[in-house]
């Protein structure tokens, strides 16, 4: 149980154009998605978070209007890097939270998906 | 102080070795930790939950200290495919629950 899918699972685009990916939780239902970047040999680091039927909540130094988060569904919420420059070229990683109860919820992540903008 | 901070490695043992990671956090109303492992260009997995009684599962070994805000993994008898990343994770309770990663500690085990 506790599946996470990403699609793609990797893309290559060309500057300025918008790329869209999706988190899927495929046997449960996530009311809270994260969407995670990481550059090479470092870290995770938490771009936003995201709350089904809400705004997401973006970290500090985190454009919300180049990075697009939409969760429509509680099994769904999507990415769209918009007028994508190859400073944005990563690893982008969704997650979503399984709750029960709250001291325990462990988040599954998604496999990722490779962002190459040439 | 970073909210999650780990060894920064990187720690190259022999097969067989016992290797220990440490990790301290700085929220003190944290409440929910774990271990993840990540590959090399591959996602983060869950390797266990840390309570505070400290927890065991085969050859790894969690423990956690309140007081210290201190977190630790010990891996006995290290084998070639436990090289990995091994990451500490830390809920922010007052952040929506959110969880905070450390940096990773880099693992290889050689024949």
């Known amino acids: 149980g506790a599946v996470v899918s990403q699609h793609p699972s990797w893309v290559i685009c060309k500057s300025g154009t918008s790329v869209k990916i999706e988190c899927r939780s495929l046997?449960?239902?996530?009311?809270?998605m994260f969407w995670y970047r990481q550059f090479p040999k470092q870290s995770l680091m938490l771009m936003a978070t995201?709350?089904?039927?809400?705004?997401?909540?973006?970290e500090q130094g985190v454009e919300k209007d180049k990075f697009l988060i939409n969760h429509a569904s509680l099994t769904l919420s999507t990415l769209t890097v918009t007028s994508a420059h190859p400073e944005d070229s990563s690893f982008y990683i969704c997650?979503?939270?399984?709750?029960?109860?709250?001291?325990?919820?462990?988040?599954?992540f998604g496999p990722g998906t490779r962002l190459t903008v040439l | 102080r970073k909210e999650v901070e780990q060894d920064p490695g990187p720690f190259n043992v022999p097969e067989g070795a016992t290797v220990a990671f440490n990790c301290t956090y700085s929220?003190?109303?944290?409440?929910?930790f774990f271990w993840y492992r990540q590959d090399c260009r591959k996602e983060p997995k869950l390797l266990m939950s840390?309570?505070?009684s400290g927890n065991e599962d085969g050859r790894f070994t969690a423990q956690l200290n309140r007081a210290s805000q201190y977190i630790s993994l010990l891996i006995r008898d290290s084998k070639l495919s436990d090289s990995a990343t091994y990451l500490c994770?830390?809920?922010?309770?007052?952040?929506?629950?959110?969880?905070?990663f450390g940096a990773g500690t880099r693992l290889t085990v050689k024949p």
């Open positions: 046997d449960f239902q996530a009311t809270t």
């Open positions: 995201s709350n089904e039927g809400s705004k997401a909540t973006y």
């Open positions: 997650s979503a939270r399984l709750r029960r109860p709250v001291w325990a919820d462990t988040q599954y």
């Open positions: 840390v309570y505070s």
């Open positions: 929220n003190s109303a944290s409440q929910s």
């Open positions: 994770v830390v809920n922010l309770p007052y952040n929506n629950n959110d969880m905070r």
